[in-house]
């Protein structure tokens, strides 16, 4: 049971290349999330899927597209990188708790870096 | 716009002492406050969460206290030791909803 995983761990682009962060989840999750970590900015929601077939923006989505590939697998794409993509970037999954929690799991990052 | 204010960003603490975290918020939709804590290189993981119809939650040395009033709770780490420092994030969640807010983190550091 791996839980979250996220390829690659770390990634240097050029400004203007396009590249495609991987997540996928083996606890047969529903929600998948995709978030930023900045210094001082906390973790912002770029996009979520609710459940396979649909996607939501988040709080800062532009510049990114994502794809629920199916139930396990959430990618979030860049398809012009800035370097205000500059960024740790973590994937999460959840399933709703019994009280209406909602515990979210989350991968160990990618950590890009655009020049 | 920040829906749930968190403070201090930083927070040093000597082994042994009380770390206090506090998160404000004003969304009264909101209805179920987790904190996660994240260790350097790693994702956030959760830690403790509460609902609005208790006003304390104790897990060991890691208490939340929640004024439902106030719109206000807070983290509190009895027994500081340095395995605990990391960043905290409080967070929030309103009714069916999945998606979950997240304050801006707080460092703290135990020092021995």
């Known amino acids: 049971n791996a839980g979250v995983t996220q390829t690659p761990k770390f990634q240097v682009l050029k400004t203007g290349q396009s590249m495609t962060l991987q997540c996928a989840q083996d606890?047969?999750?529903?929600?998948m999330y995709w978030y930023r970590q900045d210094p001082g900015m906390g973790l912002r929601l770029i996009y979520y899927s609710a459940s396979e077939g649909t996607t939501d923006k988040g709080e800062v989505p532009n510049g990114y597209n994502v794809s629920r590939l199916n139930k396990r697998e959430f990618s979030l794409r860049l398809e012009s990188a800035a370097p205000s993509q500059t960024s740790v970037y973590f994937c999460a999954s959840s399933e709703p708790g019994l009280a209406g929690g909602n515990e979210q799991y989350f991968g160990p990052g990618t950590r890009l870096t655009v020049t | 716009q920040q829906q749930v204010k968190q403070s201090p960003q930083s927070l040093i603490v000597q082994k042994g002492g009380i770390s206090i975290i506090n998160c404000a918020y004003e969304?009264?939709?909101?209805?179920?406050f987790p904190w996660y804590q994240q260790f350097p290189g790693k994702g956030p993981a959760l830690l403790i969460a509460i609902r609005p119809d208790v006003s304390e939650k104790k897990e060991g040395r890691f208490t939340i206290s929640f004024n439902k009033s106030a719109k206000q709770f807070s983290l509190h780490i009895m027994d500081s030791q340095p395995g605990d420092s990391a960043t905290y994030f409080c967070?929030?969640?309103?009714?069916?909803?999945?998606?979950?807010?997240f304050g801006i983190g707080t460092k703290l550091q135990v020092i021995p």
């Open positions: 969304n009264t939709a909101f209805d179920y």
């Open positions: 967070a929030a969640k309103s009714g069916g909803y999945q998606k979950v807010t």
């Open positions: 606890m047969n999750h529903n929600s």
